[in-house]
Each structure stands twice: as structure tokens, then as C-alpha cells.
């Protein structure tokens, strides 16, 4: 809104009635008119009716408020203050978006707990040892792990090591000419003769204990019939120690070549002219390969040693009737079932009525045994 052309002119004092100027300077219609430059646009409403109100006035007053200097009422001081504080500058030379931005840093400190920094230099320091501190830890981290992995390495060393010493120590041992096979020892041996055994392995004389294998023990103890089982050990550091078990004869059997001493599996372990003194003469149907043989082989393996010796003969038609000859006295076994106890109640029965008192024992049911 255009200012009055007397408003821009300094004031020329004029004499006039100073009560008529103290009313103009405190009159209410006066100050909305003096103001309105200053008023912000909220308030020009009431500055227009307030000159509306100064224009019924006498000339008299008008010409006075007009000439009269005035001063800002707060409000309106605070209005006019505004627009410098937005245009950039603050007192002490900074900026409104610098004080802003600093004010919103200062606040964010506040809150995360640690005192704002004075100056620029200040944040560069902080900076600076927060670098340091990271690249120690770093540094420490690296020779940590470094360490850890070293010791791993010559731990896994030390033990591969020692596992290809041990390993190198088992291989020069058993392969060298020291632990070469120089001694046989037979141990079981009572029909077979020890230094027949002995010779057997000569071919093997000199060979490393790791290297004697089990084909050529096989082959050197197949001469032996009389021989069941054997077992063989190495003891270092040149000594083959060979224990047999000798197979145990049951009878002579008829054969088309003469009279054959069998084992009980039906190996033949010699061939004598005549029946030997203690083995009985065995009879059964299909030889050695029937089921007769087998319970007739069974049954006197498992007499005592005192009525094996007596019996003279032993047959069987079928697994079911075995029979033997004591003396003059029959007895009726049945099959090899409860061999064991039956053979009990048979020396029973012989102890209370002796081979020459009776002619027939039937254990075939060793619970009713029967004596005639």
C-alpha cells in the first residue's frame, strides 16, 4: 500500500497545544495508521478500519499524527525482525541453515550419549584414532589366527610323522633277513613224527615270518594224514611254532585194496595186514561215504577210553541201529542221539554186571536201560 508523501520527511516541530499532540500520539485511532508498513497482512484489516477512523478526525489531529515520530509496539518489532533473521544471516556471522544443521548434530550426539565435537579438528582426531584402533585389532586378529593355524600344521606333522616312522619301522622289521623263518617248533605230536613235520618246512627256511603264506603251510602239512587240525604262529623274531591235533582212529574198514584204518571223517590213516589191538572192525553198507559210517565213527568217539578199548566190532544198517560187540556180550545202542549219556549208563551197567555175566545191554533208551 503507497505511503503518504509526509510520511518519508522528518518531523518539523510546529507549535501547537501540547495537550492536542499528547491526544493524537495516545489516541487508539493514531497507531493502527502509523504501523500499517510494519503490519503483517493479517493485520492490515484493522490498520484500514483504524484509518477510516483517523479520516473523521478533525484535520487538526490528522496533520499531528502524521508529523509525530512513534515507536514500534513489541509485536509489531518482532514482526519487522522476522524478515531479517530469514533472510541468512544470524548474529556471529553464521548462517540459519548452519545453526540449524548444527543444533540437529548436537541434538543426535546428545542422544547417542557422547559430547559433541568443538571443531572440525576434533572429528578428524576422533576419526584418526578410531582407524588406528581398527587396523591393531585387525592386526591382532591376523597373527591370532596365524598362530592357531601353525600350531595345526605341526600338530598334523608331528602325528603323520610319527605314524610313517612307526609304519617304516613295521615294514624294515618284518621284511628284513632278520625276522627270516630259522626255527620249527611242533608241538601235538604223538603218531605223527615231529622231524618229518620239521623237514616238511625247509623249503621255507629263510623266508620273512610276514611272507610265509597259507597255501604253502597247507601243502607241507598235506603229507600228513594223521593230522586233523594244526595252527601255526610266528613268533619273532625266527620261530614257527606248528601245533597239530592228530586224527583219533574208530576202526578198520574193509576196503577192495585190504583193511584201511580210518579216522572219523573216513580218512584213511593206514593200512595195516591185520586188525590193530583196540580198533573194532567196522560193518556197514556203503562204505565210509554212508550215513551208517558217520553214526558208527560218532558213537565210539564218544566212549570212554576203558570200553573203547574193549569193543571188537561195530555195525549199522541205518543211522537209527548201531550196534557193538563186547566180548561176548551185545550191545544195542540205537542211534548216535544222547551218545554221551548212553555211554554213562553203559559203564554203569558193565560196572554192576560185568561183560562175561551177561549177553545183551540196551541203552538204545538210556533212561530204562536193560541188561539180559
Partial sequence: MKRPQGFDRPAQPRPAASGAQTRSASSPAAAPASAQASTPPARRGAGARGRADASRQSPAASETALTEPFEPLPADRASAEAPRAS????????S???????????????????????SGWAARRALARATRDRRRYERAEVRRFTVRTRRRRLAWGI???????LVAVV????????????????EGA??????????AFAPMLGTPLALIDRAGVQKAMSRFPLIETYQTEAVPPDTLVVRIVERTPVGVIETADGLALVGGAGVVMDRPEARPEGQPLITVDG?????GFRAV?????????????QVTAASAETADDVTLQ???AKVVWGSAEQSSLKADVLDDLMRAAPPGSVSLYDVSAPMSPVTM
Fill in 297 to 309: 565213527a560218532g558213537v565210539v568217539r564218544s566212549l570212554p577210553a576203558e570200553i573203547r578199548a
Fill in 96 to 118: 540459519a541453515e548452519d545453526v540449524a544443521t548444527r543444533s540437529t548434530s548436537d541434538t543426535d550426539m546428545a542422544v547417542d550419549g557422547a559430547s559433541p565435537p568443538r
Fill in 287 to 291: 562204505g565210509v561215504a554212508s550215513d
Fill in 87 to 94: 533472510s541468512g544471516t544470524v548474529p556471529g556471522g553464521a
Fill in 171 to 186: 615294514l624294515i622289521g618284518a621284511y628284513s633277513p632278520v625276522m627270516a623263518l630259522r626255527v620249527v617248533r611242533v
Fill in 190 to 199: 604223538s603218531r605223527v613224527p615231529a622231524a618229518e613235520v620239521e623237514s
Fill in 159 to 165: 602325528g603323520l610323522g610319527v605314524i610313517g616312522l
Fill in 326 to 328: 563186547i566180548g561176548d
